[in-house]
T-cell receptor
Framework: DAGITQSPRYKITETGRQVTLMCHQT?????MFWYRQDLGHGLRLIYY???????DKGEVPDGYVVSRSKTENFPLTLESATRSQTSVYFC????????????FGSGTRLTVV | GEDVEQSLFLSVREGDSSVINCTYT??????LYWYKQEPGAGLQLLTY?????DMKQDQRLTVLLNKKDKHLSLRIADTQTGDSAIYFC????????????FGAGTRLTVKP
């Protein structure tokens, strides 16, 4: 089905482990984004990508790594998970740079214990 | 950085109108958005307004923009229990995706 898919839906990991959150979109949108949602902070941009092989930091990039070898995939890796990275992570995509609004995935709830 | 602010909670009775308010600080915002997040789901774009407009109406939704005061509001007429959700205001200043800002979200509770 067309859309934007995130996996896993829920993840529990231990402090210090590496974990990768997956995001896949079927529209061939140029732009993709990773946000984290925390109570009282709304959504904060972690990283974004304007096209394959082009990525850039957002507001809170520390502790995260992204890659975009294919247009449709934009994985987010926590290199060494910390408890402060417990959050709900949303991937989004956008067709263009003209601000038509983003389409969001359903989110991944990550708990670091 | 620039901020988008909105109140955290709003409670209304079914059938009443709901008004969710938002203020933003970046006067260069070209678009302003309202997103809706239902429990356990991602954000869905509800509506948006271009910065040269004062008002936009879409069925039960009315968006008002006061550029002078940098104030945006979303009015939901005849609010239903299905409208219970978190509503996010967002601005898009300067055309840079790195600068798109979301408010913290307003949790709307609709009581029967």
């Amino acid at each position: 089905d067309a859309g934007i898919t995130q996996s896993p839906r829920y993840k529990i990991t231990e402090t210090g482990r590496q974990v990768t959150l997956m995001c896949h979109q079927t529209w061939s949108h140029s732009y993709m984004f990773w946000y984290r949602q925390d109570l009282g902070h709304g959504l904060r941009l972690i990283y974004y990508s304007a096209a394959a092989d082009i990525t850039d930091k957002g507001e809170v990039p520390d502790g995260y790594v992204v890659s975009r070898s294919k247009t449709e995939n934009f994985p987010l890796t926590l290199e060494s998970a910390t408890r402060s990275q417990t959050s709900v992570y949303f991937c989004a995509s956008s067709e263009s740079g003209e601000g038509y609004g983003y389409t969001f995935g359903s989110g991944t709830r990550l708990t670091v214990v | 950085g620039e901020d988008v602010e909105q109140s955290l909670f709003l409670s209304v009775r079914e059938g009443d109108s709901s008004v969710i308010n938002c203020t933003y600080t970046d006067s260069s915002s070209t678009y302003l958005y309202w997103y809706k997040q239902e429990p356990g789901a991602g954000l869905q774009l509800l509506t948006y307004i271009f910065s040269n407009m004062d008002m936009k109406q879409d069925q039960r939704l009315t968006v008002l923009l006061n550029k002078k005061d940098k104030h945006l509001s979303l009015r939901i007429a005849d609010t239903q229990t299905g409208d219970s959700a978190i509503y996010f205001c967002a601005d898009f200043p300067g055309g840079s995706h790195n600068d798109m800002r979301f408010g913290a979200g307003t949790r709307l509770t609709v009581k029967p």
